[in-house]
């Protein structure tokens, strides 16, 4: 099994190019022995290179290295098994731009009161159910219709529809799975063509927010216990998966997942992860599985 950099640009700031890779491949073949010359996936956006061996940790540094204040994500995978079989995806701040919280707070004139407290959850600085109590607590009395209102400023986050769709078209089963809530993920599972949502359910008294979540309350271990759950219904190894996320609560799934991306993750969350993908859109976790861009779907 090789080695294989992949590198990856924002599709909208193209800064790969032949020379560049070139470079790369000449300067990393002598210690690691490049298979062959590197390989665009999509001009200037997405190419790879194959190598006979060495540790993923040290061609990543090198490359790093090499490509110095180039804005583009740098990752080693495994040349088998890149291929993924089952897709599990957080959604706030990953599938979409929002956190649904901060908006709905934003809304009711205390945004930026939510806001301090969604950092340091998803930074890990602060318990996740006691954090998630604690917003939704503030919300206790408002009229249902505060929902829909956040709902419609949701923004999908480029490459996400095309990520999910090129899986499905490749026999891939999609989920999303986050620590939002169901009247959020429904909507944007349906949105994205994802083949399931699982996620917390916000209690209602009448046609007035509770205040409160029902439990079971989806966090840090139910996101892991999914990925094991649904992999196991498809009689696959974990290894034949792959997770994106980008908060403290995502971390157990990413570790466990084949592929377990940091997608512009907070600071303590890319810290941890072997993967991340801080420049591409979500389309490059369609290159990280090596798939060009003609193979896209959608």
């Not at 061996?53 to 180039?70: P, T």
């Not at 919300?139 to 923004?155: D, F, N, T, W």
């Not at 992999?231 to 974990?238: I, N, T």
């Not at 907070?266 to 060009?292: E, F, N």
């Amino acid at each position: 099994m090789n080695p294989v950099l992949v590198l990856t640009a924002n599709p909208a700031d193209p800064v790969l190019d032949d020379n560049r890779l070139a470079d790369l491949a000449a300067s990393l073949a002598p210690e690691f022995g490049a298979k062959g010359p590197a390989k665009w996936l999509a001009p200037g956006i997405a190419a790879e290179i194959e190598f006979t061996g060495g540790e993923a940790g040290r061609i990543a540094e090198l490359a790093r290295a090499e490509l110095g204040e180039i804005r583009a994500d740098v990752n080693v995978v495994p040349s088998e098994g890149r291929a993924k079989r089952l897709l599990l995806a957080d959604m706030e701040s990953t599938l979409i731009e929002n956190e649904m919280l901060d908006d709905i707070a934003h809304l009711l004139g205390i945004g930026e009161r939510v806001a301090a407290i969604t950092r340091r959850a998803m930074n890990g600085e602060l318990d996740f159910r006691a954090a998630l109590e604690e917003r939704v607590g503030l919300l206790k009395g408002q009229h249902v219709s505060i929902l829909e209102r956040a709902a419609a400023g949701i923004r999908i986050v480029p490459g996400a529809a095309t990520l999910a769709a090129t899986m499905k078209a490749n026999g891939a089963y999609t989920a999303i799975v986050s620590g939002g809530f169901t009247f959020f993920t429904m909507r944007v599972r349906a949105a994205l063509g994802f083949d399931r949502d699982r996620s917390n359910v916000l209690e209602i008294t009448g046609d007035h927010l509770a205040g409160t979540v029902a439990e079971p309350v989806l966090g840090r271990e139910a996101k892991l216990e999914a990925l094991e759950r649904l992999a196991g219904a498809r009689d696959l190894p974990l290894e034949a998966t792959i997770a994106v996320g980008d908060g403290a609560n995502d971390l157990a799934m990413l570790a466990h997942a084949g592929f377990g991306v940091a997608f512009r993750a907070k600071p303590a969350v890319a810290a941890q992860a072997k993967i991340r993908i801080d420049h591409c859109d979500l389309t490059g976790l369609l290159y990280l599985q090596g798939y060009s861009r003609d193979r896209f779907v959608g």
